[in-house]
């Protein structure tokens, strides 16, 4: 029964909480060409989404909420936007790559069916509490897992700046997310052509 406990704790899936970068106090902050770039690392963990950051972790992602402010006279267009870690150059990955590699996996739950044939045995009586509970618990996981999955895509493509211009004076807040990268600052140069 101990062992049992242990794996339902450990083991179940996690809600997603919104990171909503235009809400957040900024930490890091560099200004490269009259575009001041405001950066937060961590915002899975800081926001309590333990499942994804672990997975974050895992697969070697960086997920960053970011600020980007034009101080410029003319618009910038983030496409325009070249970002560094250090002085090493990085892309950043598109949507559905940071959605697929963070994602829950909401099939791998359906392992708590083979809690289907578990019996409650006391004295000579037995009942089995398994078939509620196997099933009860892979259906609750699979939809805590889905509808985390879909509210994770969903502020994903909310705050994509893919296509975004930034007119003079004006602040956009988004996500963004690298490869390979540690803690090192952030910086950004507008690309030439």
Do not use: W
């Amino acid at each position: 029964m101990l062992l049992i406990s242990a794996v339902l704790f450990t083991s179940c899936a996690g809600s997603y909480y919104a990171i909503n970068p235009d809400r957040l106090n900024y930490t890091a902050k560099t200004d490269n060409e009259g575009v001041l770039l405001n950066y937060r690392y961590a915002v899975l963990e800081q926001q309590g989404n333990k499942k994804y950051a672990k997975k974050e972790t895992r697969k070697g992602i960086k997920l960053v909420a970011i600020s980007l402010t034009n101080t410029t006279e003319k618009p910038v267009f983030y496409n325009k936007l070249a970002f560094y870690s250090g002085s090493r150059a990085f892309s950043p990955l598109d949507i559905n790559t940071i959605h697929r590699e963070l994602k829950q996996a909401a099939a791998s739950y359906l392992l708590f069916l083979f809690l289907t044939p578990m019996n409650l045995t006391i004295g000579y009586s037995s009942m089995p509490i398994g078939l509620g509970l196997g099933p009860g618990i892979t259906i609750s996981n699979m939809v805590t897992a889905s509808r985390a999955n879909k509210s994770f895509k969903e502020e994903l493509l909310e705050q994509d700046l893919r296509d975004a211009v930034i007119d003079s004076g004006e602040t956009i807040y988004g996500i963004i997310g690298f490869y390979g990268i540690g803690y090192d600052p952030l910086s950004i140069k507008i690309k030439n052509n």
